[in-house]
Every structure is written in C-alpha cells, then in structure tokens.
C-alpha cells in the first residue's frame, strides 16, 4: 500500500511496544523517506532502522518543542487485565489521551489515529459492530471508552482535523507474550484444557493485518472513521486450537476444565499470592476466560478493507517469522 503523507513526520506514542513497533516498520516501509518518531516510557523491544526513540512518559506534558504538524499514532496505553489497579487505567489512559491531544493541539497536527479496545463494549455472545452500546465492565474499559471521548473533542475543535479510532480485539504475532504465546506453549506441552467450554467466541487479529488496517484507514477520504478490528469470521477457543493444531502439528485438545473447578484454581493461586508467592492466575482472569468477544469488523468490511490473512495463515506467518517458536 503506498501511504499519502501530508507532512513528513509521523510520531508514535507506545513505538516501543509490540503493536507499535509493528506500526514503525509498516511506516518505515511504506514511507521510507518521512521522519518517523517513538515516544515511549520504556526502551524499545526491538529498534526499527531510521526511527527517532525519545523517552517520556505520557503521564506528564509533553515538552517536545522541534515538531510541528506530525500525523500522530497514540498506542500508548496501560492495557493488561487485569494486572492493575483501577485507578493506574484511567491515569495513564485518560490523562495520557489528554497530553497527547494537548500535544497535538500545540504542535498544529491535522491526522491523530488513536487505539481504544473491543473493551468498550464489554464481554458479549451477541455478535457487535461500531453502532452497538458500549458497556465496559472494567476499569480498562471505561478508561479507553473516556479516552475515545477526549480524542474526539481534539477533533471536533479545529478545522480540517481527521481522526481515526480503532478498537482492536485480542492481537497476536511475534513478540507479543500474551494470551496466544502463552496458549501456544500449552498447546506444544500437551497441557491446556479448555477453561470452561470449548465454544467461547474470542475475536482477534494478526499484529500486521492491524497495522496494515491503521494505514487504510490514514488514506480514507473520511474526516472520522472509527472501527473495530477483527477477523470478519468468528473464531472460538476449540478453532484457535485447531489451527495451531494444523499449522505448528500441535495435539488438538479434548479436555473440558468445569468453570467451578477453574474458580478453586485460581482461588488457591490467588491464596498463594498473600504469602508471597506471585502468579497472574487469579479467578477474575479465569472468568475472562469464558465471556465471548464476539465484535465484527462491520466499518472496516464496509470501506473496501480486503483482509490479506486469515488466522491460519497469520500462524503460518508468526511460525515463520519466530522460528517456530511462537514468541
């Protein structure tokens, strides 16, 4: 895809992290000759040839003075639940949104794409698109859904502004260590049962496949576009599992874990932590286990987005580029 740039520098808030270091190569290849800059708290898991890594975080105003109208790309986000404190979700996530926008403002910017979370519309059976109510049931939820707000409140004040939200389901691909890294190393141990039921709709997406999303939308002839990213199909925790199966020859498993016996579980684990011993299984995480997000691309589809993957091919993809290893 070849980008139209407006300006020649685009600035990445959360360049460091998995998505957006993805977004910085995807940038850095499609726009080689524009001036590319990460902003982020922490050092880069991996540094992308030609970017510009400064330290800060968004917490604080931002002080840089040498910028002016950049296309902005606003990841930066405290995204893991749980795993936090309800109040650390709105600290970063709503008054980050507010530097960033304030940032934005001063520096003349006139594109922002900003990522919110399917977290906005809480767990569902009933298939969702970009119109259906938004009913967070977490802290991270309400947080993204009030930082949506103060992104669209840059928009409405200044002229010739566009602005891009995109609500991404779960996302996997190389160096992302979450929920599907940790599935796959299960899966190639022969330990995972499923948590509950066999038919939990979980809906996700390729790191590349949404990146390469953010950049249609950036070349929409559209002042506001916001959508949900996912695979148009609905993939459940036994299909997840049968295609790792058929892409890395992983044994499909059979095993049903009873959500009470699942509670027990994370009750003990979570007995554990108060004498010290620290793990992430906690009941909260296991119920989240067994709630459906079931989020349609409905605006995406709609504005002519031709996905170039589909989820066996995006394992195939992160199997080749990881050297089998998933990680």
Not at 239 to 257: E, N, Q, R, T
Request: glycine share 8%; charged share 20%.
């Amino acid at each position: 895809m070849n980008v139209f740039a407006a300006t020649n520098t685009s600035i990445v808030f959360g360049g460091a992290g998995f998505i957006g270091t993805q977004l910085l190569k995807q940038l850095s290849a499609d726009i080689p000759s524009h001036r590319l800059i990460s902003v982020d708290i922490r050092d880069p898991r991996e540094k992308v040839p030609g970017v510009e890594y400064r330290r800060h975080d968004v917490r604080e105003p931002i002080p840089f003075d040498d910028i002016d109208l950049p296309d902005i790309y606003n990841l930066a986000a405290v995204h893991t639940t749980p795993g936090h404190e309800d109040w650390e979700y709105f600290w970063t996530n709503v008054l980050g949104a507010t530097n960033v926008c304030d940032f934005a403002t001063r520096t003349g910017c006139r594109f922002l794409l900003f990522t919110s979370s399917i977290s906005v519309y809480g767990p569902t059976e009933t298939p969702l698109s970009e119109d259906s109510p938004k009913e967070p049931n977490s802290a991270y939820g309400r947080s993204k859904f009030q930082a949506e707000g103060i992104h669209r409140t840059w928009f409405a004040n200044g002229a010739d502004r566009r602005l891009v939200v995109v609500r991404p389901a779960v996302i996997f691909g190389p160096g992302e260590g979450g929920n599907f890294t940790r599935l796959a190393r299960l899966l190639a141990r022969g330990r995972f049962v499923y948590p509950g039921r066999k038919d939990t709709i979980k809906a996700c997406g390729y790191v590349g496949e949404l990146t390469r999303s953010m950049l249609f939308a950036r070349n929409l002839d559209s002042p506001e576009f916001t959508y949900n990213f996912a695979y148009p199909e609905r993939t459940t925790t036994e299909s997840i599992c049968a295609a790792f199966s058929d892409v890395a020859g992983f044994d499909i498993p059979k095993l049903v874990l009873p959500l009470p016996a699942m509670l027990s579980v994370g009750l003990s684990f979570e007995l554990l932590n108060t004498i010290g011993i620290k793990t992430s299984i906690n009941r909260a995480r296991m119920r989240k286990l067994v709630h459906s997000t079931n989020i349609l691309p409905t605006a995406l589809t709609n504005a002519g987005y031709t996905f170039e993957t589909d989820l066996p091919e995006a394992l195939r993809r992160w199997k080749s580029e990881s050297d089998a290893t998933f990680v």
